[in-house]
């Protein structure tokens, strides 16, 4: 019962080295942005501002995470690893899109709070900095955007920045149109609209990350078709046990039990199989267990084992 297995490990990072420095001015932007708020808060009074201030902290933290994710990410396979280190992003935009979650139900809970008892705005000094933190957080956006296209990890850590910035918008305004006009509900309307907004896309992308953690199928693999592709292949009788699962984010594999029909050669099949996987289904890593009549599973289920 030969056992085979095919290793199409190709890693492509483009332009990896200056993507890392784009995730560390984003980290040393933000600590900067803290500190500036933390003074600034300190010198106005206003505790609005040194909360928000530990509220960009912990974006600078998800970009650290990001940042460390991606360094760690790029390893080579080793004894311990043996399926490499790929997986560090996935794990670090779980926690990231986790976090996210929490403080969309953190800004639900204070604009649902604000709407019965309106914050007081502490002067127009609050607006002017939330003013330099929007430019602060948009070039820190800026400088991530390219990279979330796709990686789920720098997505997770986009989506952190884009919602800090979002904040920033709706201090300007809201704080704008209160100090102005007194309009108080405009504060915790937009808070709750943020909120929605974050919530919305922090499941949208914390869903597909848990898919390739459980060892899913790709959204984009039709189980039916590939096992179709399989079944058509000259010298396959039939196969059972069939696995395909995300090894990281792009990257896909199958496993699968495949039972030779005798009329031709065990190379042969192996390698038609092989083709016809990579060709039609962009699976490049496949791990077959060849069985001849003689020796099939007793349990033949095409899911399961």
């Known amino acids: ?3 085979d297995h095919h290793h199409g490990h190709h890693h492509h990072h ?3 080295d200056s993507g890392d420095r784009r995730v560390a001015w984003a980290v040393a932007v933000n600590i900067l942005l803290t500190f500036a708020q933390i003074v600034a808060g300190v010198v106005s009074g206003s505790l609005a501002l040194i909360a928000d201030a530990i509220h960009n902290l912990s974006d600078a933290l998800s970009l650290v995470i990001a940042f460390f994710a991606r360094r760690i990410g790029k390893r080579p396979a080793d004894a311990s690893m043996t399926f490499g280190y790929g997986r560090a992003e996935v794990v670090a935009a779980l926690i990231n899109y986790t976090t996210l979650i929490v403080v969309a139900f953190y800004l639900a809970a204070e604009g649902v709070q604000r709407l019965f008892n309106p914050a007081e705005v502490e002067g127009w000094i609050v607006v002017i900095v939330a003013v330099v933190a929007l430019v602060i957080d948009s070039v820190t ?3 991530i955007w390219r990279l979330s296209g796709d990686s789920a990890n720098m997505r997770a850590a986009f989506l952190h920045n884009l919602a800090d910035a979002m904040g920033s918008v ?3 305004v809201g704080g704008t149109l209160i100090l102005l006009y007194d309009w108080r509900l405009v504060d915790p309307i937009v808070t709750l609209l943020i909120s929605g907004y974050i919530l919305w896309h ?3 992308g914390i869903l597909p990350v848990i898919r390739i953690l459980m060892l899913g199928a790709p959204e984009d693999t039709d189980l039916e078709e590939v096992a179709a592709t399989l079944r058509g292949i000259d010298g396959v009788g039939d196969i059972h046990h ?3 699962w995300r090894m990281q984010e792009h990257e896909t594999a199958l496993e699968s039990h495949v039972v030779l029909d005798g009329t031709t050669d065990a190379e042969e099949v192996k390698i038609a199989v092989k083709r016809a996987l990579k060709d039609r289904h962009g699976i490049a890593h496949a791990v ?3 069985e001849s009549f003689g020796s099939v599973c007793a349990d033949t289920r095409l899911i399961g084992h």
């Open 1 to 3: 019962m030969p056992h």
């Open 14 to 16: 483009p332009d990896l």
């Open 141 to 143: 956006a800026l400088l």
């Open 170 to 172: 709706a201090v300007i």
């Open 202 to 204: 922090s499941w949208q």
């Open 242 to 244: 069939l696995h395909v």
């Open 288 to 290: 077959l267990e060849l």
